[in-house]
């Protein structure tokens, strides 16, 4: 299994609340990625990384916005949730040739 | 730009048939890879072609990468109920990796 992790699993909160949906991966890669998906609905990216301090938005306008200062840490951040930012949030990562990525167990999260 | 369409985007099989999805670019790929995403879960790489015309097996699983490496195909013989999922063909478009809808495959017992 890939050393991948997301937390929290599942989040309830209220509309307007800050959230922080963390990452992290123990592989050293220095590509991230944040897919949002919708219950069997396609994986959109909505932003990826190249390394510390490298950060792009991707095909999928999405108001959240993220950072990487760590290697192993890309977190998410959605200042005002809103019941519209409802889905499914997957993290990935890869490194080396051939662009394999290795997913967390993505964060369902459900804005009230 | 490239483009990955992959078809069918839904395909539902008596347990026992055989399924077929395919990948088509308008481009050529330097190497495709292949994830299964079971329902409720995550996606996870089953596989990477790199060459021209490969073919490479994984029990009742045959991929396969077309001569002129613009497609792909992933062949399940003999569908059973583990196979339900979507399977995906990212492609790779300048650093960001771009999964689509892939192929729902249900199956009935």
């Known amino acids: 299994e890939a050393d991948i992790y997301q937390t929290p699993r599942y989040l309830v909160i209220g509309t307007g609340k800050k959230i922080t949906l963390e990452c992290s991966q123990t592989m050293g890669h220095d590509k991230m990625y944040w897919y949002q998906q919708d219950p069997g609905m396609e994986l959109h990216l909505i932003h990826y990384?190249?390394?510390?301090?490298?950060?792009e938005k991707g095909d999928l306008s999405s108001e959240s916005t993220v950072s990487r200062i760590r290697t192993e840490h890309f977190p998410l951040t959605l200042e005002s949730a809103r019941p519209s930012h409802t889905s499914q949030y997957l993290c990935a990562s890869s490194g080396g040739r051939g662009w394999i990525a290795f997913f967390g167990q993505g964060t369902r999260l459900t804005v009230v | 730009g490239q483009q990955v369409m992959q078809i069918p985007q839904y395909q539902h099989v008596q347990e026992g048939e055989d399924f077929t999805t395919y990948c088509n670019s308008s481009?050529?790929?330097?190497?495709i890879q292949w994830y299964k995403q079971r329902p409720g879960g995550h996606p996870v790489f089953l596989i990477q072609?790199?060459?021209?015309?490969e073919v490479k097996k994984q029990k009742r699983l045959t991929f396969q990468f077309g001569e002129a490496k613009k497609n792909s195909s992933l062949h399940i013989t003999a569908t059973q109920t583990t196979d339900v999922g979507t399977y995906f063909c990212?492609?790779?478009?300048?650093?960001?990796?771009?999964f689509g809808q892939g192929t729902e495959l249900s199956v009935k017992p």
């Open positions: 990384s190249y390394g510390v301090n490298s950060t």
């Open positions: 481009t050529t790929l330097s190497n």
């Open positions: 072609l790199v060459k021209s015309g």
């Open positions: 990212p492609y790779n478009q300048g650093g960001k990796l771009i």
